[in-house]
């Protein structure tokens, strides 16, 4: 983030010691199920029930005169669910936000490019429940958990499953 000289503020300055934001966010149209903070504490992912992932400007969306209802200082919205999403995760570099959701999918989106649509992973027959990333940096191997009695594990880098 960055202050009103143009000083960026780290990640202490936001999630500090002490909480220096309280309010309730409200843009879902459902329930939300799903929350993420990107680790720099600037970004925080939400997901529900309306199938959207939405991305929230931390400092901007709490400053003091918002959040009116129904308002949404958007950083982003990813859209591509088909039901309700359940879990969300940030790469450890902050690139991508991957979802998992109740129709069997997993998203996975390029922060920096919110009108393009995720890659897809599609290789559950059943609700996709959690989802991790492993490793430092880019998000390229990702481990997900699903209804269908499964561990699935993927390598971002190439298209296919590594193992189900």
């Known amino acids: 983030a960055v202050d ?3 000083r960026h503020r780290s990640a202490e300055s936001l999630c500090g010691e002490r909480l220096r934001y309280q309010g309730l966010l409200r843009a879902h149209e459902g329930c939300v199920n799903a929350v993420a903070v990107s ?3 600037t970004l925080l992912a939400s997901g529900g029930d309306d199938t959207r992932v939405l991305l929230w400007d931390i400092e901007a969306s709490m400053a003091a005169d918002f959040p009116k209802p129904h308002q949404f200082n958007a950083a982003g919205c990813f859209t591509g669910h088909r039901s309700n999403i359940f879990c969300l995760r940030w790469s450890t570099d902050g690139s991508k936000i991957v979802s ?3 129709d069997c999918l997993i998203f996975v989106y390029d922060v920096a490019n919110p009108e393009q649509p995720g ?3 599609s290789e559950h027959s059943a609700a ?6 492993m490793g430092q940096g880019p998000a390229n191997v990702l481990v997900s958990a699903s209804e269908d009695h499964s561990i699935g594990v993927y390598d971002l880098r190439q298209r296919v499953a ?3």
């Open 4 to 6: 009103a000289v143009g």
């Open 39 to 41: 680790a720099d504490c």
């Open 100 to 102: 998992s959701a109740n």
């Open 119 to 121: 890659r897809v992973i």
């Open 128 to 133: 996709v429940h959690r989802v991790a990333i």
């Open 162 to 164: 590594l193992q189900q």
